[in-house]
């Protein structure tokens, strides 16, 4: 899931080089001449921007869920993003109408924000960025730290759990890493990190399978509704790209034919969470773990894949984190660079990191607390106030019903996570 995540870290960095005064109306990313995409290259941006390490909790929440229940919560967000998104590119089309020049200023969501609600409306999607692009960073974390404690089997190490231990030894080294002041040398990683996402799904596939034909645990079809919004954080969290598509759509060749490239897109990162979720359960049944890596087998292709998921959101974490401090230091320090708010925004994070023992739990969390909001509730609200004098009956009501329907699935499904996570497990 990738901001939505490596990209517009990198295209963010790259402004922060730009030694200007920022105000609250300069738009977060500024406009440049940038080299158009083509329709293969814009499906592999989409892919980037919205596959991430979220697909390794998707197995687990199937074993909560059922795995009927939850190829059919995939499958309808993914349906209910990509409409979100295509809600996004019209509204702001829309504004760009409005420019005698041809020249838009909304560049960002932050920037769409502002120009349909003011200072409120970019106040409100920066500080859902921030809260998402940070929990992601708290993930990462948690996934690094439960990851090494699986594969080195210790519970304590030196007077301390191991977890913890793992990630206060990540800290010194984040601290230098989200020192540094433009992640250009950083934003390869990116590349590498997608590719290792690959690979390790792919290494995971195989194993599931083979441990299906072999062992065919019972699995639930349905999991009931008590773990319907619980399921549902999840599968939103997974598919939290949206941040990404107006750069994405700025940047496409054929303007016209990006909603069919984002579908086909989409329907194919669907069906992809689809089966690694559904094979994940069925290989693994009841004793599927929070993350599937650890249900991996001893050996030393299960060492490397587990090790090589993190290295890649070891470095990954800088990357996403710059959007974090484009906006903080934007707003608390004119947009200058500001080493002191950087290491405490890496403290609180790690903080936040040790208190959340169950990766998946934590995902969902995210997902309807920030992303049900980012992803559904604001898209929406924002189509309906820019189109609201030439929308009809119907497609109003559409607006409202998934504005209404984000804030029962964040609030429902924050509630249900919250219980999680502070139930027998902490």
């Known amino acids: 899931m990738g901001v939505s995540r490596k ?16 105000r609250e109306d300069t738009p977060l990313l500024p406009g440049k001449a940038k080299p158009l995409s083509s329709q293969p290259k814009t499906f592999a941006n989409v892919f980037i921007a919205i596959v991430g390490a979220g697909v390794l909790g998707l197995p687990y929440a199937f074993k909560r869920t059922g ?11 993914a349906l209910l993003t990509y409409h979100c998104m295509l809600l996004l590119v019209h509204t702001r089309r829309k504004l760009d109408s409005f420019e ?3 020249f838009s200023k909304v560049n960002s969501f932050g920037d769409l924000g502002f120009r349909v609600c003011g200072s409120v409306g970019r106040f409100v999607v920066d500080l859902m960025i921030i809260l998402s692009q940070a929990g992601f960073c708290v993930g990462y974390l948690i996934f690094i730290a ?10 304590t190490i030196l007077g301390m759990s191991a977890k913890g231990f793992f990630i206060w030894g990540c800290f010194p080294f984040q601290l230098g890493l989200n020192s540094i002041a433009t992640l250009t040398h950083l934003a390869p990683l990116s590349i590498f990190a997608d590719v290792v996402d690959l690979g390790a799904m792919g290494v995971v596939m195989v194993e599931d399978v083979l441990v299906f034909m072999k062992q065919m645990p019972e699995v639930r079809t349905f999991g009931g509704m008590s773990v319907f919004f619980y399921g549902m954080g999840v599968a939103v969290y997974a598919f939290e790209g949206i941040g990404m598509v107006l750069p994405l759509e700025a940047e496409a060749k054929d303007k016209d034919k990006f909603g069919n490239t984002l579908g086909w897109c989409m329907v194919f990162i669907a069906l ?3 089966g690694f979720g559904a094979f994940g359960y069925f290989a693994f049944g009841e004793d599927t773990k929070d993350i599937i890596t650890a249900n991996l087998g001893a ?3 299960s060492a490397l894949v587990q090790l090589g998921l993190c290295i890649n959101l070891f470095f990954t974490f800088p990357l996403m984190m710059n959007p974090v401090y484009e906006i903080v230091e934007r707003r608390f320090w004119g947009g200058d660079y500001c080493l002191w708010l950087r290491w405490l925004l890496v403290l609180a994070v790690s903080l936040v990191s040790l208190l959340v023992p169950n ?22 609200l924002f189509h309906l106030l820019v189109f609201k004098e030439e929308m009809g009956w119907k497609p109003c009501c559409l607006d409202m019903t998934i504005i209404l ?7 429902s499904g924050t509630w249900y996570a919250l219980v999680e996570i502070f139930s027998v497990k902490i």
């Open 7 to 22: 990209q517009e870290a990198a295209s963010a960095s790259s402004s922060s080089s730009v030694k200007l005064k920022l």
């Open 67 to 77: 795995w009927l229940m939850g190829l059919l919560m995939i499958f309808s967000v």
């Open 100 to 102: 005698n020049n041809g």
């Open 146 to 155: 439960n990851t090494l404690v699986n594969l080195f089997d210790e519970s």
């Open 272 to 274: 992809m969470y689809g």
């Open 299 to 301: 050996g030393v292709v």
């Open 359 to 380: 990766f998946a739990d934590f995902l969902s969390l995210v997902g309807s607390s920030v992303c049900c909001g980012l992803g559904f509730v604001l898209p929406s």
């Open 405 to 411: 329907l984000g804030i029962v699935l964040g609030v």
